[in-house]
Every structure is written in C-alpha cells, then in structure tokens.
C-alpha cells in the first residue's frame, strides 16, 4: 500500500514598512495576507494551467494562532502544505517561520470553485495528487 505524504511549499516574504502597525511589529491581519499569498504560490506552482484556469478557490474559514512577533526588515518564510481534499474543500495548513522559529500557525478550509459558473466544484484526483507524494 502506497504511503501518502504532503509536498511542502516555501514562500519568502521580506517584512516591508506597511506590514508594520503601531506596536511596531506585524500587524495580525498581515500574517493573513501572508498565508494566503503563499496558498497562491503553491496552487501556481504545482497545478498545470491548463486546469488551474478552470478552477477559482474562496476561503471558508481561517483559524490562525499568532505565537510571536516578526519585525521590520526580517527574512521570513511561510512553509505551507495540503492536509487533504474532501469534496470540494481543501484544508491547508502554514507556518510562518523566522529561521527555524514558527511565529504564527494557520489552519484554513478552502472551497473549490468552478471558474466560469463560480458553483462549488469537486475536487479532482488529478488536481489532489498534485499536493501529494507517494511512497
């Protein structure tokens, strides 16, 4: 039986000034804005064209627990994964890390869409194998 493993995906973000809030650190809605340009650079990177144009994607929920403070000019780098597709949803999951230290932890369902009808759509297991690795 083949063993089913996430493919991991690294996304660099440098901390600019307009990240920064008035405790002069990154502000916790940033930390989103985050991890959801990271689930964009996995998607882009790992799905064909020609079937990630068929396909739009709207968040159903974001659960996120911030842990500790990034600042100003820091190098950091969100680590983000697929747990698994369940119809039409997909459960990702990110950590934002400053060297080996998570600062933050995200858990966020997403919800397939048909990119022309925008009615939820089923996720393929072609499309699902993408996120994976097979041992």
Known sequence: METRRSNYHFFPIKVVATDIDDLNHVNNIVYLRYVQEAAGSHWHSAVPTELSSQIAWVVRRH???YLKPAFL???LMVKTWV???TGVTSDR???ILR???VLARSRTIWVCLDAKSFRP???S???ADLFFSFS
């Open 63 to 65: 659960e996120i627990d």
């Open 73 to 75: 000019g820091e190098n």
């Open 83 to 85: 747990d698994n597709f």
């Open 93 to 95: 999951h990110c950590e």
């Open 99 to 101: 060297d080996e230290e």
């Open 121 to 123: 759509k089923r996720v």
């Open 125 to 127: 297991e072609e499309i």
